[in-house]
C-alpha cells in the first residue's frame, strides 16, 4: 500500500497556466515533506517541509504543508515549458518514501 | 532482499581524513545516485551513475569522487575531509523503463561528522 500518493499522475497544460500538484502521507515517525523535480537525471530537491501552514517560495514555485490532514501542494504559477517535469513529493520518517510522482507536461 | 546497503551507518573524521563510503544495491538497478543532506535542508545530489562504467555530477560534487565499476556497487570517496562535509549521506537507486524512472529506494544513511 502507497504510503505517499500524489494527484494528478499526469497533466498537460498551456504556458502561463498555473498548477497544483497534490501530495498525502501516512504518518509513521514524522520527520520530514519533500519535493522534487525531476528531469532527465536524478531528482533535484525543491522544498522540505516541517511545519504545518508556513508557505515556502522560490521564484514562481511554492509549497505548503498541512500536518493535520497530512498533504502538502506544489503550486507553479505562469508555467513555462522548462517546468515540464516529473514532480516527486517524499516523506521522510525512518526512511525516505518517494511517491509515484505527478507528470507535468508543459505546452508552447 | 536487502535492496540498498549503505556502510558504515556512523563515521567520525579528522580534517584532512579519507574515507569511502560504501553503497550497494542488489536489486539490478541501473541508477544509482548520491545525497547528502544537510541539519534542515533537503537531499542535494552528489553525483549519479546511469550504469556501470558511468558517473556524472549532480549538484554539489566538489570533494567529492564516485565510480561505478559493476552495477551493484557505487562507492563515495572523500579525499581530503572538511567540516562542510559533516552530514549525512545516502545513496539511492533507481531503473529505467521506457525512458522513465521507477523504483526509487533508498539507503538507511550514514552519518558522517568532520572535527
Known amino acids: 500500500e502507497d504510503k505517499v500518493v500524489q494527484s494528478p499522475l499526469s497533466l498537460v497544460v498551456h504556458e502561463g497556466d498555473t498548477v497544483t500538484l497534490n501530495c498525502s502521507y501516512e504518518v509513521t515517525n514524522f520527520r520530514s515533506l519533500l519535493w522534487y523535480k525531476q528531469e532527465k537525471k536524478a531528482p533535484t530537491f525543491l522544498f522540505m517541509l516541517?511545519?504545518?501552514?508556513i508557505e515556502k517560495k522560490s521564484g514562481r514555485l511554492s509549497s505548503i504543508l498541512d500536518k493535520k490532514e497530512l498533504f502538502s501542494i506544489l503550486n507553479i504559477t505562469a508555467t513555462q515549458t522548462g517546468d515540464s517535469a516529473i514532480y516527486l513529493c517524499a516523506y521522510r520518517d525512518d526512511k525516505i518514501i518517494f511517491g509515484k510522482g505527478t507528470r507535468l507536461h508543459i505546452l508552447p | 532482499n536487502a535492496g540498498v546497503t549503505q556502510t558504515p551507518k556512523f563515521r567520525i573524521l579528522k580534517i584532512g581524513q579519507s574515507m569511502t563510503l560504501q553503497c550497494a544495491q542488489d536489486?539490478?538497478?541501473?541508477?544509482m545516485y548520491w545525497y547528502r543532506q544537510d541539519p534542515g535542508m533537503g537531499l542535494k545530489l552528489i553525483y549519479y551513475?546511469?550504469?556501470?562504467?558511468?558517473?556524472d555530477k549532480g549538484e554539489v560534487p566538489n570533494g567529492y569522487n564516485v565510480s561505478r565499476s559493476t552495477t551493484e556497487d557505487f562507492p563515495l570517496r572523500l579525499e581530503l575531509a572538511a567540516p562542510s562535509q559533516t552530514s549525512v549521506y545516502f545513496c539511492?537507486?533507481?531503473?529505467?523503463?521506457?525512458?522513465?524512472?521507477?523504483?526509487?529506494?533508498f539507503g538507511s544513511g550514514t552519518r558522517l561528522t568532520v572535527v
Open positions: 516541517t511545519s504545518s501552514g
Open positions: 551513475s546511469v550504469g556501470a562504467g558511468i558517473t
Open positions: 536489486m539490478n538497478h541501473n541508477y
Open positions: 539511492a537507486s533507481s531503473y529505467t523503463l521506457l525512458g522513465d524512472l521507477y523504483g526509487y529506494t
